[in-house]
């Protein structure tokens, strides 16, 4: 069952899904309608979940779920990443590679590997003040609060020099 995200408690559980790349505005759209009709028929062991997406620097899905309605289950779970997985194979984009990490240069998203990124923090290149995405993140609240954050206020300190 689909629900504005903004509806969502702060409690609720989300996954973050980096892209490779930038999805265009025609993708975004496809995206967000196959995401739509996914959430609304979304299900654990036959139970409704509440809940919703969001595309976020149109490089991010994040899928999340009200678990005071209904708690995502191993089925449900595995349900949203072949969902996930369609959309790599449909628009020929990395979502799952959690080796790739992402940062901000300015106004700009640039996705590299784990060793590039270890890489750029040894050169200083990235630094305490770089803007990092912690897609490790759990809930609507950390999301909203410990996503898009500096890369001293993240998991990504511990390769700063």
């Given at each position: 069952?689909?629900?504005?995200?903004?509806?969502?408690?702060?409690?609720?559980?989300?996954w973050?899904?980096?892209?490779?790349?930038?999805?265009?505005?025609?993708?975004?759209e496809?995206?967000?309608?196959?995401?739509?009709?996914?959430?609304?028929?979304?299900?654990?062991?036959?139970?409704?979940?509440?809940?919703?997406?969001?595309?976020?620097?149109?490089?991010?899905?994040?899928?999340?779920?009200?678990?005071?309605?209904?708690?995502?289950?191993?089925?449900?779970?595995?349900?949203?990443?072949?969902?996930?997985?369609?959309?790599?194979?449909?628009?020929?984009?990395?979502?799952?590679?959690?080796?790739?990490?992402?940062?901000?240069?300015?106004?700009?998203?640039?996705?590299?590997?784990?060793?590039?990124?270890?890489?750029?923090?040894?050169?200083?290149?990235?630094?305490a003040?770089?803007?990092?995405?912690?897609?490790?993140?759990?809930?609507?609240?950390?999301?909203?609060?410990k996503?898009?954050?500096?890369?001293?206020?993240?998991?990504?300190?511990?390769?700063?020099?």
């Amino acid at each position: 069952m689909y629900i504005p995200y903004n509806e969502l408690p702060n409690s609720a559980r989300v996954w973050v899904y980096q892209a490779d790349r930038t999805f265009t505005q025609e993708e975004i759209e496809v995206i967000s309608a196959r995401a739509l009709l996914f959430i609304d028929q979304w299900t654990r062991h036959g139970e409704d979940l509440k809940g919703s997406f969001a595309i976020k620097y149109n490089q991010f899905i994040i899928l999340a779920i009200d678990e005071n309605f209904n708690s995502a289950s191993g089925c449900s779970i595995d349900a949203s990443v072949r969902f996930v997985k369609s959309i790599e194979e449909e628009f020929n984009v990395d979502l799952m590679d959690k080796m790739n990490i992402s940062f901000k240069d300015n106004d700009n998203i640039n996705v590299v590997k784990l060793s590039d990124f270890q890489e750029f923090a040894k050169q200083q290149k990235i630094t305490a003040a770089t803007v990092v995405f912690n897609n490790m993140v759990n809930t609507k609240e950390d999301f909203e609060t410990k996503w898009e954050v500096t890369a001293d206020k993240s998991w990504h300190s511990r390769f700063l020099v």
